[in-house]
């Protein structure tokens, strides 16, 4: 049996990608109508929010996210700032479209451990242009407090036709 950590993971097709919004593919991320990335399942977070300009992750970081020195490691903190962040610009782009990270600047302002709680992923895009966006996200707990905050800039494509 399948671990349920793994249930519902997977890449989505390219054919299908061509067909959506990005709004509407994140959506469909959400509402389960397609695989969650896998990358979610390794370090426990989910998307939980799209909106046009707008994407929220969230998750409860644990022991397995501990770096040698005992907190979590900052790689948790930045994947977490760049999903929200670029989910955020894909929810600007038309039917075809695609984007990748081509820079992303965080600061961590908060040590996270393993009782810090839900945290949440906020991105909103500052700036969608026809090759070029920019986001910014915020990394909060349940109670509003920052624990990083970053900055992204994502250039943006036509899916490959084959």
Sequence with gaps: MAD???????VTPVNILRELTGLEFLQKLISGDLPRAPIS?????????????????SGSPSFEHYNPLGGVHGGYTATLLDSCMACAVHTTLNAGFAYTTVEIKINYVRAINDKSGLLRAEGKVVHAGRQIATAEGRLVDANGRLYAHGTTTCMIFKLPEN
């Design 41 to 57: 399942a390794t370090l426990g977070f989910n998307l939980v929010e799209a909106e046009k300009g707008f994407a929220v992750f």
């Design 4 to 10: 349920e950590k793994n249930r519902n993971v997977g």
